[in-house]
């Protein structure tokens, strides 16, 4: 049978320039056509007509183009989903073709929240790294609710991150557990006193994630400090947790850090733990994984060990800052 002969539904993808899906997804990614071409290395006439071609192919509006606004339709944004399955699954294809090789090769993409610190984790990689010479590593460092996306998008190979609620459609280990603590920094008045009064932090300044909003992973923070009396709103918020560590030590704020990465900056003495010091929050840190994506020979093996070497060590042993 003939192309042309074929319905429209069955020409569409015979008939569309899949060099225009990637461009699209830079558009809604760079949120704006000129960001897009700088990013591309492209004319912004170029990108323009790219998308205008689109939109003629799909016979939708994807992106409402108006002085000052940018906007995605609804087509353009079911369309930007599945721009990126596509784009992660061809990502895969230089590990999936790499098999005529005796020696364990390939790439692992990883996207991990910020300063995930995991001693069990790091001599597992190292263990691997050692093992399999010939495969290569990419980290991506991405808010939780990005890394989750990423995932379920198939655009990486595995993710670490804090989670809210449980994914529908990924499988999720918990990696590690850490407690969190209130600390002030070396500038802070509170700091030199030798003992804290709980009531001295009532109405305190306090910096905090962007994640600890009613419902995010790190709402127990908000829990915690409402427990102490701090002040109703925040000074400083970031979704990283080096800023935060910066915020606390130029004392815009008090904020929280997990014990076990706070512990250094504490006997370097640049922060202090401040009350209270017990029924402290704990949060789960997790591997994400996408069970629909068609594992590499280096992410399966990666995946097994990993399962495997986290399986025989017990969670007691990977939750930190117990002590």
């Known amino acids: 049978m003939k192309m042309m002969s074929l319905p429209q539904q069955q020409r569409f993808p015979w008939n569309?320039?899949?060099?225009?899906?990637?461009?699209?997804?830079?558009?809604?990614?760079?949120?704006?056509?000129?960001?897009?071409?700088?990013f591309l290395g492209l004319k912004q006439p170029t990108v323009s007509a790219a998308l205008k071609r689109l939109e003629q192919t799909t016979g939708k509006q994807l992106?409402?183009?108006?002085?000052?606004?940018?906007?995605?339709?609804?087509?353009?944004?079911?369309?930007?989903?599945?721009?990126?399955?596509?784009?992660?699954?061809?990502?895969?294809?230089?590990?999936?073709?790499?098999?005529?090789?005796?020696?364990?090769?390939?790439?692992?993409?990883?996207?991990?929240?910020?300063?995930?610190?995991?001693?069990?984790?790091?001599?597992f990689l190292n263990r691997f790294a050692q093992t399999h010479p010939h495969v290569t590593y990419s980290f991506s460092v991405q808010e939780s609710e990005d890394v989750e996306t990423m995932i379920s998008q198939n655009r990486?190979?595995?993710?670490?991150?804090?989670?809210?609620?449980?994914?529908?459609?990924?499988?999720?280990?918990?990696?590690?557990?850490e407690f969190f603590g209130l600390f002030c920094g070396a500038r802070h008045p509170l700091f030199a006193v030798e003992e804290i009064d709980p009531d001295a932090l009532k109405g305190e300044p306090f910096v905090a994630f962007h994640t600890e909003a009613e419902g995010g992973p790190l709402e127990v923070i908000a829990h915690l400090r409402a427990r102490a009396g701090f002040a109703n709103t925040w000074r400083g918020v970031s979704s990283s947790l080096n800023e935060i560590r910066r915020m606390i030590m130029s004392n815009v704020g008090?904020?929280?850090l997990p014990l076990h990465v706070a512990r250094q900056d504490v006997l370097a003495g640049n922060i202090r733990q401040l009350p209270p010091y017990d029924a402290l929050p704990m949060v789960n840190i997790y591997l994400v994984t996408n069970p629909a994506r068609r594992q590499s020979d280096a992410e399966a093996a990666f995946l097994t060990a990993c399962n495997a070497?986290?399986?025989a060590i017990d969670i007691e042993e990977r939750t930190y800052g117990l002590e």
């Open 254 to 256: 008090i904020g929280a």
């Open 156 to 177: 990486a190979s595995f993710g670490i991150c804090l989670l809210s609620k449980m994914p529908k459609n990924l499988k999720t280990m918990v990696l590690y557990r």
């Open 309 to 311: 070497e986290f399986d």
């Open 16 to 38: 569309l320039d899949w060099n225009l899906l990637r461009t699209f997804m830079v558009v809604v990614e760079q949120r704006g056509i000129s960001k897009a071409a700088d």
């Open 63 to 123: 992106i409402i183009r108006k002085p000052n606004e940018f906007t995605i339709t609804r087509p353009g944004q079911a369309l930007y989903t599945e721009c990126a399955k596509i784009f992660g699954s061809i990502s895969q294809l230089p590990s999936l073709l790499d098999v005529d090789k005796a020696e364990l090769r390939g790439h692992l993409s990883i996207a991990i929240t910020s300063s995930v610190m995991s001693e069990h984790f790091d001599d």
